[in-house]
């Protein structure tokens, strides 16, 4: 789907090349700047810097006058803004619109054809008559006391949850985890343990107390697998061997 | 629930200010830098500045030689990695890992008491040895072809992850959106239009076409509110006075 983030009348070169990293990051390019405050933002050096490799995002992104120049091809316009108004669209959190739009109960025709994301100057947010032309208005649930997030901060997290929305992207393949052991071979090892924690003198045969009923929770809670078992054995083999020299 | 971010081997002051920031929006507060490049790095003047209000942040943070020193009641660690390593704690994306450390299934017992998340330095991530004394490594999905969230960026979401997983904080109030008109009021409305366009020579009463069932239909997709049944009546109004003017 076409998302576009629009950035109007942004002041910081930082926060242009933030956003175009944290775009980036979660497979958005899309970059539309209303009246932003340097015309050659896009290509400052804090922008190039903060921007981190997201080149692409920077090279196709577009500079226009005004707010309407920006909206070609977008049917769904989401304002963001902190303080909520008193008339407007609105107000949702982003997960709970994103999953109204998206979730299971949207249809192919209640889905938007193309979305937007607009985004205020650092200085002084969304005007109203930008926000009234929205169909949603997005608040980022913050503490109350301190709802100040910087501006690449919030692409970032709209981003994050649109593209969550959208499926996601999976992780990276890792090294299966190795399944935990049956419970035969962890009661083996256990054997195994307590002849050597009786060997060094440890556990008292006599008097055992819940030694052994204490680790086996312990262990039952580690989980550990065929070869942690091997490890285990691997010490209570070494711990046996060492009793027997000292008492040659 | 103790919430702490550890810094490791930090080399940027603007990323420990924006660190700072982020922590600060959703409300948590203990931070604490591992061996950071700088020994001034919370008084440097990119620090305050990227910080942007979140001094109490930076006041209660603490400097520390080892990741030992950095512990202290806290008994979840979670690295938080790009790649994958092909030994250690198991891989989770955030979301689902908090999901199963607090959501439904989860018991007092099984929550942990205090959590800390780990980040490694900007330019080599974390040590091995030290994501292996961690209990899950989170990895945030972002695009395969563009994994690099910037440090404030990667702490922002999982700091918003956390806090939603925690409950979140609710938006702050709005005005309550104005329920539909019924469809009764709905349906006077539009007579009151089609008299309107009859007058305004629009509608042929003798060739209607569709246009009211259409109108229809786009009033319901819109359902409109009982004060803006009024807005539209007026204007139904002001058309039949213009048309009445006109052939005067």
Redesign the interface.
Known sequence: MLTRFILIQTSHAGNVG?TA??M????FDDLVLVAPRWANVLRREETIQ?A???NDVLANARIVETLDEALDGVDHLCATAM?????GP????P?EHFAQLMGAASTEASRPGGIAFLFGSERFGMRNEDVYRCHSCL????????????L??AV??IA?DW??ALG????????P?KPPADAKALAGMLAHLEQALVAVDFLDPDAPKKLMPRLNQLFNRAAPSEEEIHILRGVAKAMLRAAAAAKR
């Open positions: 933030g990293r944290a980036k990051t979660m497979g903060r981190s490799g997201a303080t909520p108004r008193d008339f609105p107000t949702r959190a997960r608040s980022i649930p913050t503490d109350p006391k301190f709802g100040s997030l910087n690449a901060a970032q997290l994050y593209r969550e996601g992207f999976a992780l990276p393949a890792t090294t985890e």
